[in-house]
């Protein structure tokens, strides 16, 4: 009897009818007499609504605050969950991440799991009982409610199949598994078959929503293969796993859009060693994290220094980047909330040369600018303007002919 845990992702349980699709699924696996423990998020949009009521409150929430607030959506879709379950004629409980003893750090709303106690779990499965778990949620040893951080319920999922050693882990989406981009910018972006964690990790931490980027972390560390697919289907979908020697063909497997960062450049300043230190120490101290960085060495004895951030830390990091700006007398700041990145990721890129190349020309045929460039051994982002994002994808989707199905 094997063991397998399955996430379904706030998409895929929207609704009463789309509960109900998920039930069936669960029920069926169990049937094939697999021991079945599921993690749940929050139905659709909830995450999102709550985090607007929250803004309608306040500008500054107390963390401990807004996990106590996050933390109620999932609970409400894992006894929804379970209770459709029972209507099938299953056996199924539900529990909190709390009760189940999903232990995390106490870095509030975006918390990292430290620990998970899988005694609840095994008494629950030996009972042969389907394990309804709430996704994205912990708790710290001082039994704080914490949250994983946005989409954190794959987080939940990988955790808990390394903890149980399961079989596999199964997400459910509302696409048919990763693809080689986003099918909502490129209508001809193809299904992946099979993925280095790697390739995933760049992929989701550059921006492709798919997966949460530390799920893949924990699914490389434990070795747990993770499989991607469609709830409403039976398509097959992708499997990630460890780097397989064929994966390294593929120049480039996917390319990934992150609209979510913005850039700041700070003018005029004094072109002498120890400026560029003063400034990301005072963006350090507050927790600021810094993306990309440029600086470029001028005629005169001034230079600029561009970087970018993400757009929610913006209203944090303003007063602090003005003042490090009149610490290192710098003549003005500029900040642009219009820019995209957009990255290549690959792993066939550690044994190919040419990929810049064809990406920039990719650019420069359809006259769109490039304002900033930073590369990794399997990867090459540019910052863009935004609005020109959509063009650019679908331009470099072609140039590398990700169009056609990669017979891997
Ligand atoms: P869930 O609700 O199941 O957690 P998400 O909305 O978090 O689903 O992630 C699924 C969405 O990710 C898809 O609808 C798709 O538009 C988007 N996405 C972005 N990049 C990719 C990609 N490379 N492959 C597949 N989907 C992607
Ligand atoms: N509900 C949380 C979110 O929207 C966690 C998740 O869906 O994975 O981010
Ligand atoms: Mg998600």
Redesign the pocket.
Known sequence: MALIVQKY????VKDPAHIKNVARRIVRTKRKKNKVVVVV?ALGDTTDILLDLAEQITHDPSNREMDMLLSTGEQVSVSLLTMAIHELGERAVSFTGYQVGIVTDTSHTNARIVDVNTKKLSNALKKNSIVIVAGFQGKTIDEEITTLGR?GSDLTAVALAAALKAKRCEIY???DG??T????IEKQAQKIDTLSYEEMLE?ASLG???MQSRSIEVADKYNVPIYVCNSKNEKPGTLITREVKKMEKVLVR?IALNRNEAKITVFGVPDRPGIAATIFKILAERNINVDMIIQNKTVSNRTDISFTIMKSELRKALPIVKKAAHKVKAKNILIDENIAKLSVVGIGMRSHTGVAFKLFSALAEKKINIDMISTSEIKISCIIASKKARQAVQAIHKKFNLNKKNKD
């Open positions: 992702g706030g998409s895929s998020s989409g989406t509302d696409v990763v693809f981009t986003d099918p909502r992929l492709a929503q798919i996917g």
